[in-house]
């Protein structure tokens, strides 16, 4: 009976969120401009130029960027740190 | 003289400081990686302060966010301080919480009333979490030896000290990095809580998971640190995902920033090893009351005098987080030197 009592509330406090959830967050809107690649040449030209033509592909490549980025610097900064000696290894947990 | 520093920002069309991108995105990096949270309440106000165009503003600090937080929480894990299951469970949650309270934003909206009841809102949460955590930091010793005298109590008597009492309905879950066992609804409500929050007030919400992370679900506060950072990697992906598809990212802009980030972030996880825990929530406590001070002066329509607050603010914390890791590498050292000694005699 306790099982079942346990059941019927894990069912009802599942329904919760998605009856709470009936619509979409507010989103930024769109900003409806095009860069001036004229006067641009190399990495700016080329960001730009994606920028103008395809933002699904200059969204993905910002995102892609920032990881490649974030992940050769976390490498390197790890290489220099533990060469200065302040590695850091897995640590005990005190309040 | 700092003019030889300026970029040009293709998607922004203007000339931008480098020095300062790179700086502001180091000192949110520090804080970011000490105390787990994305750190858009500073970045905000100091690109606006520079003149940074505000279009890209959100956009371009979303994206840095995101590349900071692989590095820190890939710090983190290598501490032992992300409860992955945790995490996951937190942004399924967040995620449910945030489309909530979005929807009772657009509710207030149309009722008119939006605007204050978010910003006091906000103030209250700052200042609220801020003073609740000031007060657990002052009284810590005070409930410990209340908890020590009780057991010492119940021992004298032969009695098993009394259990806390806690919602423990079915299923359980353990989470063996954090070392707890909690109700699966607990832990759904408190991160549908923290997202609905977020959601409400329209920030990322790293700021109020982490000491819900602590207080409610029972972490760590060095796992709650980490954990926190490995759901703001998430949202930061998204956001950067989605504002970038609205051409709202400037992305040489977010590369500078990346860069002070990434390196500060690494500076901030190092400086978690050598703080304690409550150490780690009395700076959390300072810096989110100096925020939410900040946020009162915005109230007042002292908007360049509260973004200036908020980023000495972030300054002096980062400042102090330095001291506070160069003071326990030396230590650190010391006492290896010493190991080192005893070892050789």
């Known amino acids: 009976m306790k099982r079942l009592w346990v059941l019927i509330f894990n069912l009802i406090l599942l329904t919760v969120p998605s009856a709470l959830v009936w619509a ?21 030209y080329f960001f730009a130029s994606w920028y103008n033509d395809n933002m699904w592909l200059y969204a993905i490549i910002v995102t892609v960027l920032m990881g490649v980025i974030g992940l050769i610097i976390a490498l390197v900064t790890d290489i220099i740190l533990k060469m200065i000696g302040m590695e850091v290894h897995k640590i005990e947990h005190h309040e | 003289m700092f003019d030889i520093f300026n ?5 922004a069309e203007m000339q931008f400081n480098a020095l300062i991108l790179v700086a502001i995105g180091f000192s949110v990096g520090v804080l970011g990686g000490f105390f787990g949270v994305g750190g858009a309440w500073v970045v905000t106000p100091a690109l606006n302060i520079f003149g940074f165009p505000m279009a890209y503003a959100i956009g371009t600090d979303l994206a840095h966010i995101f590349g ?8 983190h894990r290598k501490m032992g301080n992300v409860d992955m299951k945790l995490g996951l469970m937190s942004i399924v949650g967040s995620v449910i919480g945030v489309e909530i309270g979005a929807q009772n934003v657009m509710w207030l909206t149309r ?10 809102l906000y103030m209250f949460l700052l200042f609220g979490l ?36 806690s919602w423990n309905l079915p299923p359980m879950i353990h989470f063996p990095a954090s070392g707890i066992t909690i109700s699966f609804w607990t832990v759904s409500a408190v991160f549908l809580f923290t997202g609905w929050l977020s959601g409400l007030l329209g920030v990322g919400g790293g700021f109020i998971r ?26 930061g992906a998204y956001g950067c995902f989605t504002y970038g598809i609205k051409g709202r990212v400037e992305i040489i802009a977010a590369v500078l920033m990346l860069v002070g980030a990434a ?69 650190e050292k010391a006492e290896k030197a010493a190991m080192a000694m005893k070892g050789g005699a």
């Open chain 2, 130 to 165: 801020g003073i609740y955590m000031l007060y657990d930091y002052i009284t810590k010793d005070k409930r410990a030896a209340a908890q020590a005298a009780k057991v010492a109590a119940a021992a004298r008597a032969g009695m098993a000290v009394p259990v806390r009492k």
């Open chain 2, 210 to 235: 982490m000491p819900a992370l602590i207080y409610l679900i029972g972490c760590p506060t060095a796992i709650a640190v980490g954990t926190d950072l490995f759901s703001v990697l998430f949202s």
């Open chain 2, 68 to 75: 900071k937080s692989i590095v820190a929480t890939a710090k």
């Open chain 2, 7 to 11: 970029v040009y920002l293709p998607i």
């Open chain 2, 263 to 331: 390196i500060g972030a690494q500076v901030g996880v190092t400086a978690v090893k050598y703080i304690r825990g409550y150490g780690i929530r009395l700076l959390f406590a300072i810096m989110i009351i100096l925020a939410g001070s900040s946020v009162a002066l915005k109230q007042f329509n002292m908007t360049t005098t509260a973004a200036w607050v908020v980023m000495c603010a972030a300054l002096g914390m980062c400042v102090v987080i330095m001291i506070k890791l160069w003071n326990g590498f030396q230590k």
């Open chain 1, 24 to 44: 979409a967050a507010e989103k930024a809107e769109l900003l409806e401009k095009k860069v001036d690649v004229t006067k641009l040449s190399g990495l700016n």
């Open chain 2, 111 to 120: 009722l008119g009333i939006a605007g204050p009841v978010v910003r006091y």
